[in-house]
């Protein structure tokens, strides 16, 4: 009884223990974790990420259009086709040109005749009936000679009256410019035309076929042709409608020319300039390439994007960037997304 006793007021002789700290640590943790996110919230926000880059690839189209207008005959491509340079592309109907070369054809062979006549000269019928009227003048000159000087001499001695004189030397006279008459028409025909003549011939020659020239090369522009090597992306125009000159009838996109597009902002700039190598991400074919920075131009008016004045102070435009790809990629097509990231 008396240890019990001694027991309890030692007990009660005891300092009390404090009460356990772990709440008030977890507690601090907690906050100060809060507090740590909340600090990292607010430093994303006033430092976001750099916003990656995103381009289209692109590649040089040819429009094929016919020179002359026509009614589109027959179109020899189907879209997807590969075509090679100078393979057909389409036929156009155009009656008015094939007129049109019956007509100059026609024009030609009428001006060569001509020429060919003024070469040529008078038919040997004409030369044999000139040299004929030639030797006929000479006979009557040595006639009208011989005539002149029986009639002088009988003149001389009083026989005949001076009349009679007068006519045989009038004869005389005319014999002798009916022979250099038909002398000289003997050497007009034997000589042809004048140097003027076939000239000028020479010259209706060269104007006709310049015009068949001219009008057949119009009638070939009726074959359609491709100006490059290509792959046949769009039909523009169908069979049986009519196609106006240089209206595209097909458009084959050239797909060993390729290149990538971005259009960046003028503060994203900075790092990106003629010479530099981006890596691209390209989604369609899970693959990065290396581009390389090769041209870049302000976009125009209509496509420049604007900050407001009011948060920055001035106006940022947007640059048009071309990159090329430094490596063939022949699975790299049109319309393709190009991914870079800052």
Not at 109 to 138: H, M, S
Request: proline share 5%.
């Amino acid at each position: 009884m008396i240890e019990q006793t001694q027991a309890q007021q030692t007990q009660a002789q005891a300092p009390k223990r404090p009460a356990s700290s772990v709440p008030l640590l977890v507690g601090g943790a907690f906050f100060a974790g809060i507090a740590a996110f909340l600090g990292w919230g607010v430093w994303e926000a006033t430092h976001p990420a750099p916003v990656p880059l995103q381009g289209m690839v692109d590649a040089r189209t040819i429009s094929v259009s016919a020179k002359v207008p026509g009614r589109l005959a027959e179109l020899k491509v189907r879209e997807g086709d590969v075509l090679k340079a100078g393979d057909t592309v389409a036929v156009i109907a155009i009656p008015e040109i094939e007129a049109k070369l019956v007509q100059v054809k026609a024009q030609e062979r009428a001006a060569q005749a001509r020429e060919d006549l003024a070469n040529t000269g008078a038919r040997v019928q004409e030369k044999d009936a000139a040299r004929a009227d030639w030797e006929r003048a000479k006979a009557a000159l040595t006639l009208a000679s011989k005539t002149y000087e029986r009639v002088d001499a009988l003149y001389r001695e009083g026989l005949i009256p001076a009349q009679r004189h007068d006519e045989a030397t009038a004869q005389l006279a005319a014999a002798r410019k009916v022979t250099e008459a038909a002398a000289a028409k003997l050497s007009a025909v034997d000589e042809g035309a004048r140097v003027e003549d076939k000239t000028a011939a020479k010259a209706l020659v060269d104007q006709a076929r310049g015009g068949v020239s001219e009008v057949s090369s119009l009638a070939s522009e009726s074959i359609v042709k491709a100006p490059a090597a290509g792959e046949v992306t769009r039909i523009v125009m169908e069979e049986g409608e009519v196609a106006p000159a240089g209206f595209p009838l097909v458009l084959v996109t050239d797909l060993s020319d390729k290149w990538v597009v971005f259009n960046i902002r003028e503060d994203e700039l900075p790092g990106v300039e003629v010479g530099t190598i981006l890596k691209g991400f390209i989604p369609a074919v899970n693959r990065t390439v290396d581009l390389k920075v090769n041209w870049i131009n302000p976009r125009g008016e209509y496509a420049v994007w604007r900050a407001t004045r009011q948060s920055t102070g001035y106006d940022l435009r947007t640059f048009e960037v071309r990159a090329r790809p430094v490596e063939e990629l022949p699975a790299l097509r049109p319309g393709m997304t190009v991914i870079v990231e800052r």
